[in-house]
T-cell receptor, first 110, second 114 residues
Framework: NAGVTQTPKFQVLKTGQSMTLQCAQD?????MSWYRQDPGMGLRLIHY???????DQGEVPNGYNVSRSTTEDFPLRLLSAAPSQTSVYFC?????????FGDGTRLSIL | AQSVTQLGSHVSVSEGALVLLRCNYS??????LFWYVQYPNQGLQLLLK????ATLVKGINGFEAEFKKSETSFHLTKPSAHMSDAAEYFC????????????WGLGTSLAVNP
């Protein structure tokens, strides 16, 4: 049972590049979410999904897209990377309010 | 709107001393409450949770927390700190029912000194 798997673990991008952060869970959880974690700012919700085919915006959605074609996968897309998107990104899946986190993707935008 | 406040962004204790990390929530309806721990370069993992019932909740690694409705608090304690407890601790709240979105505190970094 792998839980929540995020890839890649590290990534460096140039401003303007696009990329997709992958997230997969094997617990059959309906609810999944993406957060970014920045020093002194805690966890901020980017997007979330309550099930396949359903996504919604969190508190900081600008510059990011998501889709949920299957229960297992919830990729996060950066459309045109900006230095302000340098952060650590966490994916989580949830059941009964308990969130299970991946180990994060550390993203640097130059 | 719900909010979660963690008092003290950094707490330092000596090994063997009491650990007390403070969390207050703002809500007209008692929510579900959680404490998560984050070790360096890792994701968050659940320490303990309060939903209903007993207000003193025991979690992993010897931690416990008490839900006090009158004080809207959910402080985390451990009687004797260990070096391995050094980590970031997050308090979170969620509404009852199907709403699984968590409202997060900003975190408290715990340092344990030998």
């Amino acid at each position: 049972n792998a839980g929540v798997t995020q890839t890649p673990k590290f990534q460096v991008l140039k401003t303007g590049q696009s990329m997709t952060l992958q997230c997969a869970q094997d617990m059959n959880h309906e609810y999944m979410s993406w957060y970014r974690q920045d020093p002194g700012m805690g966890l901020r919700l980017i997007h979330y999904s309550v099930g396949a085919g359903i996504t919604d915006q969190g508190e900081v959605p600008n510059g990011y897209n998501v889709s949920r074609s299957t229960t297992e996968d919830f990729p996060l897309r950066l459309l045109s990377a900006a230095p302000s998107q340098t952060s650590v990104y966490f994916c989580a899946s949830s059941y009964s309010g308990i969130q299970h986190f991946g180990d994060g993707t550390r993203l640097s935008i130059l | 709107a719900q909010s979660v406040t963690q008092l003290g962004s950094h707490v330092s204790v000596s090994e063997g001393a009491l650990v007390l990390l403070r969390c207050n929530y703002s809500s007209s309806v008692p929510p579900y409450l959680f404490w998560y721990v984050q070790y360096p370069n890792q994701g968050l993992q659940l320490l303990l949770k309060y939903t209903t019932g007993a207000t003193l909740v025991k979690g992993i690694n010897g931690f416990e927390a008490e839900f006090k409705k009158s004080e809207t608090s959910f402080h985390l304690t451990k009687p004797s700190a260990h070096m391995s407890d050094a980590a970031e601790y997050f308090c979170a709240a969620a509404g009852a029912g199907n709403n699984r979105k968590l409202i997060w505190g900003l975190g408290t970094s715990l340092a344990v000194n030998p």
